[in-house]
């Protein structure tokens, strides 16, 4: 057997970290800064001193996976505004995200999605984004942890990594959600309007209140493995 080329080595290394990353936020939904090490290895199927070659200790595995998961949470905006225009809606990470869990969906599955993205077109523009990025967290739950934690400034991170990850979680994905909340319009168009301070920090202000409600009602749903099927539920009683 020929040895492994350099792109095969570094192709199985990053396979293997996403494994990891997704078994560790698996964890973190049920202990929270409880986690250790030995349970993600548990959840991944791995051998502990596999996952310890990779995560020396949880503080770097935390920051790493939440990094990765703010890398994938651009576009969720976008999805919505797609569907209602009737183009398809870009992969984009999270379809390469997916693709890689499950392999190729099945001809009764793309159907189900056709009428999904069909009935989240019937929805406003916020509702519809809402579904989409609660639907985004169902099936990955380190999209969801980020959200969680940016609401709580990452406090379970020292202060020299929880400060750039809450900058970054404010420009990428704060600030367009303000923008969608406020007058529908790309970030971009809502700053050269000239907005002032107080008003830009007001509709931050606004969009992380959002976002934090739609984090508690995902809790429950999440944790019941539903929350896919209830996203417009949870959007129709926070009358988004």
């Not at 159907?111 to 579904?131: D, I, N």
Request: glycine content about 8%; proline content about 3%.
């Amino acid at each position: 057997m020929s040895p492994r080329t350099k792109e095969q080595n570094k192709e199985i290394r990053l396979r293997r970290l996403a494994q990891i990353r997704k078994a560790a936020a698996n964890v973190f939904l049920n202990k929270g800064p409880l986690l250790e090490i030995r349970d993600v290895a548990v959840q991944a199927g791995l051998g502990y001193g596999t996952v310890y070659h990779y995560y020396g200790n949880k503080g770097d595995l935390l920051h790493d996976l939440l990094w990765d998961a703010l890398e994938r949470s651009g576009g969720w905006l976008e999805a919505p505004r797609a569907s209602a225009s009737g183009q398809a809606p870009a992969r984009g990470h999270f379809g390469l995200a997916v693709a890689a869990d499950i392999g190729n969906t099945s001809a009764a599955d793309s159907q189900s999605k056709s009428r999904e993205t069909a009935a989240t077109a019937e929805l406003g523009p916020v509702a519809a984004a809402g579904v989409r990025l609660l639907q985004l967290w169902a099936e990955d739950h380190a999209l969801y942890l980020l959200h969680k934690l940016a609401g709580e400034g990452f406090a379970s991170l020292p202060e020299a990594r929880s400060a750039p990850l809450s900058a970054a979680f404010r420009r990428e994905v704060l600030a367009p959600l303000a923008a969608l909340l406020e007058t529908g319009r790309a970030v971009d168009e809502v700053a050269a309007s000239g907005e002032n301070t107080a008003e830009s920090s007001y509709r931050l202000h606004r969009a992380e209140m959002l976002l934090a409600a739609l984090v508690g009602c995902a809790s429950l749903s999440l944790r019941r493995g539903k929350l896919h099927e209830e996203a417009r539920d949870i959007a129709r009683f926070l009358k988004l």
